[in-house]
């Protein structure tokens, strides 16, 4: 039990620094807080704790290894990856901007234009379709777990792993919608829509140039 527990906690050491690092998955968290308010935002903290389980079963199956050996399927999801970034992102730039004051932060989804299953998908597939995750579950799974480690035990840790994510998010998606927040960033909804854009394309650009390892 021990070293189970020693395991663990040498994988939520380094999985901490990738909770907060800024990705796609916070940018996508931060513009559901702010332009779909808090529930919606909520949701898609769920979706993205939803798909790291997927990248965690995958990975303790060994399918993880086998896309980080063929090109063509690491390209497969890359380029869906690259699609998806650059889909939100466009509409992102083509919104028109929203008041937050008029949308509470625990207004019902219908008021704000979002359905749960919408905001659930939006961060499920930002984080599924992201070839970086393969490479990254796979390296620290075969890095500090050993091969021995019963498989519930792995999709225990997995768990574990996905609490921790959708906890992270679930606070910044407390925070961005608090009322002052709120207030501030009705004033720049538009530019934030703008610039929010640009990031998606921008990390789909940059997922473009990714290449197998």
């Not at 940018?27 to 909520?42: D, F, K, P, T």
Request: glycine share 8%; charged share 10%; proline share 2%.
């Amino acid at each position: 039990m021990s070293s189970y527990l020693l395991e663990l906690a040498s994988l939520m050491a380094i999985f901490s620094f990738a909770i907060i690092s800024p990705g796609a998955d916070l940018a996508m968290v931060m513009r559901q807080s702010l332009v779909h308010g808090r529930r919606a935002a909520i949701v898609t903290s769920f979706g993205i704790g939803a798909s790291l389980m997927v990248h965690v079963t995958y990975t303790i199956l060994g399918l993880g290894l086998i896309i980080s050996q063929s090109i063509y399927l690491f390209n497969v999801v890359k380029w869906c990856g690259v699609a998806y970034l650059v889909y939100i992102g466009v509409k992102a730039l083509r919104a028109k901007g929203t008041d937050l004051t008029l949308a509470p932060a625990d207004a019902d989804e219908t008021k704000v234009g979002q359905s749960a299953l919408r905001a659930f998908s939006l961060g499920f597939l930002a984080n599924l379709l992201n070839p970086k995750a393969v490479f990254f579950f796979l390296s620290i799974f075969s890095t500090v777990v050993a091969a021995h480690t019963p498989i519930a035990v792995k999709f225990g840790y997995g768990l574990v792993m996905a609490s921790c994510l959708i906890a992270w998010f679930v606070g910044v998606s407390l925070f961005m919608t608090t009322p002052k927040m709120r207030a501030a960033f009705s004033r720049m909804s538009q530019w934030i829509d703008r610039t929010s854009g640009l990031v998606f394309i921008a990390l789909g650009i940059k997922l473009a140039t990714e290449k197998a390892h």
